[in-house]
């Protein structure tokens, strides 16, 4: 698909479906990092191939690092801990992500050349002070100085030291950076970090790595030191709970029906969004639970319902979600009150301006919302159906903007054109596929 705009001209009919979404990105990108680090051959099933992720695999591919991707399987060829071979004036494209950007800057910490990291415009726009900052303090050099976005370039060093690291945003990226740079760094690294998704030291324990990790309140203490040696490691991907939300979301806002998806990663510090949406009146359900290498993996339920209720979302729950506040906003605009989501300038700092982008999109539909710097308050409307037409640009290409906007329209109608449709490449390229085959969406 490369279409200007995606029209969407009318609702989903009534449903009753099974799917399967694509991997899930988070582990997706750890998984090739690690690999990358690993001695031998590491396999994945279910690797997410979207363009976040191959902008991953292109970065490891320019450090030397030889990766074979077919239709089920990825191949990495890993050659161990600072494997990498550092070529002059490399320039690494982490392109739209956040995660590959600001986690392979770990990996180069012993780098004798400058490493250019270069991303497109919305990356660009993203800060990396909040990487540039505990990398330094570990003996990382980073030019221009004080430059605190993309592009920048990074210099390693032999000299590097451990550090004590105070992670308080709840950012699971700034986390894994100081874990990840543990692996070139002598000595014990110990990291304060409020909670946030746990998958780097869920792959670190499987793997046997050196860490250990104490629970106080909302902050984990973790402490992280270089294995001797890295195994190579296979992995199957189990489905992911971020693009799962925009099915959710489909049915919980369309009439009598139901859906199930299969195999989706159910680890506790991704399940905001389940345990947002029951608050609201939702009754969606786990089942079928397994763990692969530690992590939860299972089936989720939802029924459509015409119940759902505002809510006064509990920033304890912020981390858990902060993919899925998007759809959480749309969600919250058809329930009857006034929904509070607070304590999320975070929210503000993603691929695009999130809390002020959804609020602004639900104003366009007649949404009543109150918005501060890093709060939105909500009037919902159960009663709310679309008649106008409605177009979507300039939203940075964010691609949960866009799903966000086509779930709306197939959901409260209207007619809507939603210019960068590619955009959704970036974490669910098979969102498209999976309207048109299962839901019969057309688009025209
Ligand atoms: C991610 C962490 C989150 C999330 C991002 C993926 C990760 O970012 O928004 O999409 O894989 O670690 P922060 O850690 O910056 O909150």
């Not at 210099?155 to 100081?178: D, W």
Request: hydrophobic fraction near 40%; aromatic fraction near 6%; charged fraction near 25%.
């Amino acid at each position: 698909m490369s279409s200007k705009y995606l029209l969407v001209t009318k609702k989903v009919k009534k449903f009753n479906k099974t799917l399967q979404v694509d991997g899930d990105k988070s582990i997706s990108i750890r998984w090739l990092l690690l690999a990358s680090q690993a001695i031998g051959i590491s396999k994945a099933k279910n690797l997410l191939k979207s363009e976040d992720v191959l902008s991953g695999i292109d970065c490891i591919r320019k450090l030397g690092i030889k990766v074979n991707i077919s239709d089920n399987n990825c191949i990495i060829y890993g050659r161990g801990i600072n494997g990498f071979k550092y070529r002059k004036n490399i320039i690494l494209n982490a392109g739209n992500s956040g995660t590959v950007g600001r986690l392979i800057l770990p990996l180069l910490i012993k780098s004798p050349h400058k490493i250019k990291i270069i991303g497109d415009k919305s990356l660009s726009k993203r800060d990396f002070s909040r990487v540039i900052n505990p990398l330094n303090k570990i003996g990382v050099k980073f030019y221009p100085r004080g430059k605190k976005r993309l592009p920048i370039s990074i210099l390693g060093s032999k000299y590097l030291r451990p550090i004590n690291y105070h992670e308080k945003r709840g950012s699971a990226q700034c986390k894994t950076c100081v874990m990840l740079a543990s692996l070139n760094t002598p000595g014990e690294m110990k990291i304060y970090a409020k909670r946030s998704r746990n998958h780097t030291e869920l792959m670190f324990k499987s793997l046997k790595m050196p860490i250990s990790i104490k629970k106080s309140g909302n902050v984990d203490f973790i402490t992280t030191s270089s294995p001797q040696k890295l195994d190579s490691f296979n992995l199957n991907v189990p489905g992911d709970i971020s693009s799962s939300a925009f099915f959710i979301a489909l049915t919980l806002l369309s009439k009598n029906s139901q859906l199930v998806l299969k195999n989706i990663n159910l680890n506790p510090s991704r399940l905001g969004i389940i345990k947002i949406l029951n608050k609201m009146g939702a009754s969606i359900k786990t089942k079928n639970i397994k763990s692969i290498r530690g992590e939860k993996c299972g089936d989720i339920f939802i029924k459509s319902t015409n119940n759902l209720k505002a809510i006064n979302c509990p920033s304890s729950l912020n981390s858990s979600a902060i993919d899925e506040f998007l759809i959480i906003f749309l969600i919250a605009a058809k329930s009857k009150g006034v929904s509070y989501f607070k304590d999320l300038s975070e929210l503000n700092k993603k691929e695009s301006p999130r809390l002020k982008l959804g609020s602004k999109i639900l104003n366009m539909i007649g949404v009543k919302t109150i918005l501060t710097k890093d709060s939105i308050k909500i009037f919902g409307n159960p009663k709310i159906v679309l008649h106008k037409n409605y177009e979507i640009k300039n939203y940075l290409k964010d691609h949960r903007v866009m799903a966000m906007c086509t779930i709306a329209a197939l959901t409260l109608g209207g007619v809507w054109k939603i210019y960068d449709p590619d955009s959704i490449q970036t974490s669910f390229p098979s969102f498209i596929k999976i309207l048109k085959k299962e839901f019969d969406v057309k688009f025209l």
